[in-house]
């Protein structure tokens, strides 16, 4: 069974610019969650889209958006990029059915330097 | 909102022994603690986690027990070997969340090495 991919690993973009990532969750989970990653900061909670919808968000700008597709794939987009937006972004697959299936899994992230 | 509070930072162990990792959580609604594995240029593994209905669970010679009344839980690994150099996150979930909801809010990490 395939884990959770997320492409690109690794990205350099300009400040200013905007950049799109990707993430396929494990088949048959329907919940994607993202999380950026700094040594500053740690782990933090971006948000989370269960079909299609976003069920929650984190203390992040409006610069940070997210979608899910009908196959539960999802990307995020972060727009005019600033320098402390560089991190490793991570994805989180999730089955999210009931409050016993919780495990989230995540893939091995996307690496963003923004300079 | 919730916060996971993680001690050590980083905790050093001759091969062999044993590592206790600890977190405490503030929300009181918190029921669901997963605890993670990362290794250099890997996403976070997950390891084991305890539900807040139960004390305490292993599996092999990782154990995590968890004390609701006092809002902390532990992470504990014996017999301890080199593979096992990694940090560790531990994360706290809330069931004040619609059902099957994640978010996970994580401790600071613990840099664990094992001294050979």
């Known amino acids: 069974k395939a884990g959770v991919t997320q492409t690109p690993r690794y990205l350099i973009k300009t400040r200013g610019q905007q950049v799109t990532l990707s993430c396929s969750p494990i088949s048959g989970h329907r919940s994607v969650s993202w999380y950026q990653q700094t040594p500053g900061q740690g782990l933090q909670f971006l948000f989370e889209?269960?079909?299609?919808?976003?069920?929650n968000k984190g203390n992040f700008p409006g610069r940070f958006s997210g979608r899910q597709f009908s196959n539960s794939r999802s990307e995020m987009n972060v727009s005019t990029l600033e320098l402390g937006d560089s991190a490793l972004y991570l994805c989180?697959?999730?089955?999210?059915?009931?409050?016993?299936?919780?495990?989230?899994?995540f893939g091995q992230g996307t690496r963003l330097t923004v300079v | 909102g919730e916060n996971v509070e993680q001690h050590p930072s980083t905790l050093s162990v001759q091969e062999g022994d044993s590592a206790v990792i600890k977190c405490t959580y503030s929300d009181s609604a918190s029921n669901y603690f997963p605890w993670y594995k990362q290794e250099l240029g890997k996403g976070p593994q997950l390891i084991i986690d305890i539900r807040s209905n139960v004390g305490e669970k292993k599996d092999q010679r990782i154990a995590v027990t968890l004390n609701k009344t006092a809002k902390h839980f532990s992470l504990h690994i014996t017999e301890t070997q080199p593979e096992d150099s990694a940090v560790y996150f531990c994360?706290?979930?809330?069931?004040?969340?619609?059902?099957?909801?994640?978010?996970?809010?994580f401790g600071q990490g613990t840099r664990l090495t094992i001294n050979p």
């Open positions: 989180a697959s999730s089955l999210a059915v009931g409050d016993s299936k919780t495990e989230a899994f």
């Open positions: 889209y269960f079909s299609e919808t976003q069920r």
């Open positions: 994360a706290a979930s809330s069931k004040k969340l619609i059902q099957g909801a994640q978010k996970l809010v």
